[in-house]
C-alpha cells in the first residue's frame, strides 16, 4: 500500500498548477525518473504483467518514433510531394507524347484497375527512359540504382513512384491505390519526365 502511495503521489506531482510562461525542463525530468523508479519497484498483484505492458508501450513508441523521423526527413526533402491535387487536369499540361497521353486517360478513368495500367505504363516508359540514357542494369531497379544522382534531380520521385509499380505488380488486388495515391504517383513520374524532356 505504502508503495500505491508513493506510485499515487508521483503522478499528482506531475499535474500541478503549471505556469504557461515557464517550464522548468529539470524539474519534470526529474519528477518523470521519481515516477518511473517507483514503477520499478511496485509489488502488488499483477506487478510483473503491468511491467510487461509498460515495456511494450515504450517499444512501440520507440519504433514510432523512429518511424516518423524517417517520414519527416523525407518530407523535408520533397515537401512538395504532400501538397499533389486530385485532378490531374490543372497540373499536368497537354503533350504531344501518345503514351503519356494513354497514361493520363487511364488515371483519370473511375476505374482502380485503370489507374493500375496508368502507374505500370508510366513505369515502362520510365524504364525506356533510363535504357535511352544507356544506364546499365537487368531491370529499373538496377538501373535506378546505377543513376548518378548529380545529373538526375527527380531520383528520389523516381525511386517512390517505381516502389509503387513494385507493390501493384507484386500485391495484386491486395495492395489497395486510391485515386489520390494513384494521382500522386502519376505527378511523381511526370516530375521525372518532365527534367529530361520526355514528354
Not at 69 to 75: A, G, L, M
Not at 173 to 188: C, G, M, Q, V, W
Request: aromatic residues 14%; glycine residues 2%.
Amino acid at each position: 500500500m505504502e508503495q500505491l502511495a508513493q506510485l499515487n503521489s508521483a503522478v499528482t506531482d506531475l499535474a500541478p498548477n503549471i505556469d504557461p510562461g515557464y517550464l522548468n525542463l529539470e524539474y519534470w525530468f526529474y519528477k518523470l525518473l521519481e515516477l518511473f523508479r517507483v514503477i520499478v519497484y511496485l509489488d502488488f498483484p499483477f506487478a510483473d504483467a503491468f511491467k510487461t505492458l509498460l515495456s511494450i508501450c515504450a517499444i512501440i513508441f520507440l519504433i514510432m518514433i523512429a518511424y516518423y523521423s524517417t517520414r519527416i526527413k523525407e518530407i523535408k526533402k520533397t515537401p512538395e510531394i504532400l501538397f499533389v491535387k486530385d485532378s490531374l487536369e490543372e497540373e499536368i499540361e497537354k503533350t504531344d507524347n501518345q503514351r503519356w497521353q494513354k497514361v493520363l486517360e487511364f488515371v483519370k478513368s473511375e476505374e482502380s484497375a485503370n489507374w493500375r495500367l496508368a502507374i505500370l505504363e508510366a513505369d515502362n516508359m520510365l524504364d525506356d527512359l533510363l535504357k535511352s540514357r544507356k544506364y546499365e542494369g537487368e531491370n529499373l531497379g538496377e538501373r535506378l540504382k546505377n543513376v548518378n544522382p548529380d545529373g538526375f534531380n527527380t531520383l528520389d520521385y523516381a525511386w517512390q513512384a517505381h516502389k509503387i509499380r513494385n507493390q501493384i505488380a507484386h500485391e495484386g488486388t491486395n495492395f489497395i491505390l486510391t485515386r489520390h495515391d494513384a494521382n500522386r504517383t502519376i505527378s511523381l513520374f511526370e516530375r521525372v519526365f518532365r527534367e529530361f524532356e520526355y514528354i
